[in-house]
Antibody, heavy 115, light 108 residues
């Protein structure tokens, strides 16, 4: 059974940093692209970043480019999102999801950026 | 950048009725990289349809999708109580991989 478990969320001050993790199980992690999607409170879904399972190529939304970095450790079956220079508008539940078509999702981890 | 616009914003229907949701892209997109998701309150989204019309694992056949180019449609043939939720479209063929703003299907 495919399982994705996000962790690392919490309260951080504006300008601070946070690293999210997504532990994957139940499938051959290295064979799949992975993505991060976020949802601000009461708002819709926003795609954040994706990373290829083939060559590690990464893709970012304009809103996070230069501040967030997606990465993966296939030996640990784990996806990461390093978030720097955080802003209030980055407050959201962050989901990791498998594949380009986002066929499996984790339950999300809440990131709150506030002073 | 491709923008996806969903309509209507809210759809008020009764169980048993047919729901038709629209998603329009600002540029031509490949249907191969087009998906629909369902999200219920307090839950993560769930993939419904990929490739514009292929149902994901475990999705009942009352859900169907169609479209190409810039216009895509999600149809729920007969609404069941568990279908009242928010639905999102997404294209992932070109970066940034935009979502539509969502259509809420609510009980009338």
């Amino acid at each position: 059974e495919v399982h994705l478990l996000e962790s690392g969320g919490g309260l951080v001050q504006p300008g601070g940093s946070l690293r999210l993790s997504c532990a994957a199980s139940g499938f051959t992690f290295g064979s799949y692209a992975m993505s991060w999607v976020r949802q601000a409170p009461g708002k819709g879904l926003e795609w954040v970043s994706a990373i290829s399972g083939v060559d590690g190529s990464t893709y970012d939304a304009d809103s996070v480019r230069g501040r967030f970095t997606i990465s993966r450790d296939d030996s640990k079956n784990t996806l990461y999102l390093q978030m720097n220079s955080l802003r209030a508008e980055d407050t959201a539940v962050y989901y990791c999801a498998r594949a380009d078509g986002l066929d499996y999702w984790g339950q999300g981890t809440l990131v709150t950026v506030s002073s | 950048e491709i923008v996806l616009t969903q309509s209507p914003g809210t759809l008020s229907l009764s169980p048993g009725e047919r729901a038709t949701l629209s998603c329009r892209a600002s540029q031509t997109i490949s249907s191969t990289y087009f998906a629909w998701y369902q999200q219920k309150p307090g839950q993560a989204p769930r993939l419904l349809l990929d490739g514009a019309s292929s149902r994901a694992t475990g999705i009942p056949d009352r859900f169907s999708g169609s479209g190409s180019g810039t216009d895509f449609t999600l149809t729920i043939s007969r609404l069941e109580p568990e279908d009242f939720a928010v639905y999102y479209c997404q294209q992932y063929g070109r970066s940034p991989r935009a979502f539509g703003q969502g259509t809420k299907v609510e009980i009338k």
